[in-house]
């Protein structure tokens, strides 16, 4: 989904390369926390995802794209399909929660009818749909960061980058932005955060890559974040434990939703194993018979393992790969927190029983 090969970048006037010899690969819905001190090349990082950068060597490939040859036209595009959150929450202050989220639609033509379904479920996804008429200046930090939230996720996208969304809140406002993106995560969404907060990651145990002056210097499956004593504290000492305590509280609760979750997919994968051996010797395609895939929120929508018709927004948020049948699994999922759609969680798609190879890094038209 999201594939470092060799990345060098070395900006102009520059000494020494902000990035060296990085190589690391993330799969879909994986939650991994980026992590190193600052000016170890977190953002450089987050930068070259978004193609707001190139490397100058390697290779970055995001959702089976070679950025290197995605031609610029394609760049906003290309974008849609990632959201983005950042330590300063960057609304714009004139516009109301609702236009904030509703704004990026608007810009890339969007229909009203799809506007006016997403951007309140996005609003609802973050909990703050009482909120839509205020202004941002009428907001605490913690609800303009839920608002950037929102406005990321309202494109359904595959991929989440958050740049130290929690570098400007204080820790009790961290900790219900932490779970909202574990959640999220949880419900599919691949997230990719850069962070500063050890108490976070060392409570949520979750895939770590750490990196020292532009190199990688680690990369554990359940990391925690390792030695922390060249870290700038932005939580003064005193308040520290009582944030990783919170932190914990919060992490364990979102971690206990998730172990149900496993259990689900368990259950699942076997029950779509009976029907796929049960549909080799019935005519009827498994995605027919497979109910425990179906939409609710959509009457009459795709399977999940079905290539989806394809109405008009359903097609502007498409893959990158046009010609190819629209993939299947997280992307498909409505932003609505898991209580427990197994449908919406690419369970299959992670469990590798789908047909989707969209993964793979193709040519770019
Ligand atoms: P982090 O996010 O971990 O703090 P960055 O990726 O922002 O690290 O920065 C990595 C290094 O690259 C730092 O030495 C920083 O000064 C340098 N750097 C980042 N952006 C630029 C730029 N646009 N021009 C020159 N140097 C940059
Ligand atoms: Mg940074």
Redesign the pocket.
Known sequence: MIRFENVT?H????S?P??SGVDFEVQRGEFVFLV????????????LILRE?VPTSGRVAVLGRDLRSLANGKVPYFRRHIGSVFQDFRLLPSKTVYQNVAFTLQVTGSSRGFIQQAVPEALALVGLDGKQKRMPHELSGGEQQRVAIARALVNRPQVLLA??PTGNLDPGTSVDIMQLLARINAGGTTVLM?THEAGFVDAMQRRVIE?SD?EMVRDEVHGGYGDTSNIPRLVPEEVRGAAAAAALTAVQEVQRQTADLSVVRAALAEELDAQRKAAASAPAPVAQTAPAFTRPTEPGAQKADAVAPVPSDEARRAPVEEQTPAPVGPRTHPIVLPQVDVAELGVADRLGLSDDDAEEVGPTS
């Open positions: 970048k900006y102009r006037g520059t020494k902000a990035l190193g001190a600052s000016g170890s090349g977190k953002s450089s990082c987050l930068r950068d740049d130290e850069a990196l532009g």
